[in-house]
């Protein structure tokens, strides 16, 4: 049998489902069984459409998207839009904006998208679980005008717990919660592409959607920068060094291919392979520098009027603070 550590370096590719387009026409997920292929392996697990991760839906900023969910899982089940503003009724979150939709039922989810960014899809109901059974996909918002690159590129870091065949493993154990969170013991990057030239001007769009993993990754292969964190452009480019992922964050670099663009752990193995894009031609580089994406037409926050202190506690040999249990601010939890 393998150790975990051993089995965080049998990673191997794993590829992303065509893109759907989402503009005018509802896409339809069906939430469902799903096999993922990570490298050799075929690992059960819940996904859309057949798929895990889900197919991206892409349109464009201003667009309506229009989502049709028909569930075919033998349990409730709902979509949140991660990141995205959105009226509140659409939120998709379990009990706070609507019941969960039943098995064999369909909802059908429909507002504008406002901002252009990466952003991403995924259950909110039992999310800690179904997230981390792979019940999520990406959402691309393409500005009016998109930046000029080369390749649009997604890039899905996950990790999975293996139970000792090898497979998905279901036991959700209250110790994970109260300690490191529950780590997955096989990393993988899911590309939707994994072929660039040299000298090509690519855009990444990585999404971390661990329910606890924070990734902290540098890539190989690019000179270029962070132009986007969490679907909003940043006002100046970012130097592209080492990069730091927390569970459902989205970071855009736009970057030129300068070799084999490899994405690396860096902390803790300090350089293990996670996922890898092969170069397969040549074109001349681009004199044209990269420049900031435009703003998102987000409002700027108001005028502070109240501050709260907040003392987060917990943890393992935290004690029990009552309600959910293991965490709490100022001594409450839940
Ligand atoms: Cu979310």
Redesign the pocket.
């Known amino acids: 049998m393998l150790t975990r550590r051993q089995m965080m370096v049998a990673l191997g590719a794993a590829t992303l489902p065509l893109p759907l387009s989402a503009a005018s026409v509802p896409v339809t997920l069906t939430p469902g069984t799903a096999f993922t292929r990570i490298g050799s392996r075929d690992i059960a697990m819940l996904g859309f459409n057949g798929t895990c991760p889900g197919p991206e839906i892409r349109l464009r900023q201003n667009e309506i998207l229009r989502a049709r969910v028909e569930n075919g899982l033998e349990d409730g089940t709902l979509v ?1 839009w ?2 995205i503003r959105l009226p509140n009724a659409m939120d998709g979150v379990n009990v706070l904006t609507q019941d969960v939709i039943i098995p064999n039922e369909g909802y059908e989810y429909r507002f504008p998208v406002p901002d252009a960014g990466t952003y ?1 899809y ?1 259950s ?1 109901y039992l ?1 800690y679980e179904r997230v981390a059974r792979g019940l999520f996909g990406p959402l691309i918002v393409e500005e009016p005008a998109p930046p000029d690159v080369d390749q649009d590129i997604t890039a899905i870091l996950f990790d999975i717990r293996l139970d000792d065949t090898g497979q998905f493993d279901m036991e959700f154990d209250r110790a994970d919660f109260i300690t490191a969170g529950r780590l997955g013991d096989l990393m993988a990057t899911f590309l939707s592409s994994e072929q660039a030239r040299l000298g090509d001007r690519i855009r990444l769009r990585l999404i971390n959607p661990t329910p606890d993993r924070i990734f902290e990754i540098r890539i190989d292969g690019l000179t270029g920068f962070c132009v986007a964190y969490d679907g909003m452009p940043l006002p100046e480019l970012v130097s592209l060094g080492n990069l730091k992922l927390a569970p ?1 964050q989205s970071i855009d670099i736009i970057a030129d291919v300068t070799g084999d663009v490899i994405l690396r752990e860096t902390v803790p193995s300090g350089g293990e392979e996670l996922g890898r894009i092969v170069l397969n031609g040549q074109r001349q580089i681009r004199s044209a520098p990269i420049a900031p994406l435009p703003a998102n037409p987000v409002p700027a926050p108001g005028e502070i009027t109240q501050t709260a202190d907040l003392f987060m506690q917990g943890g393992a040999g935290g004690g029990a603070h009552g309600g959910f249990g293991g965490w709490a601010f100022n001594d409450v939890s839940g």
Request: proline share 0%.
């Open positions: 949140h991660h990141g991403w995924h909110h999310s459902a």
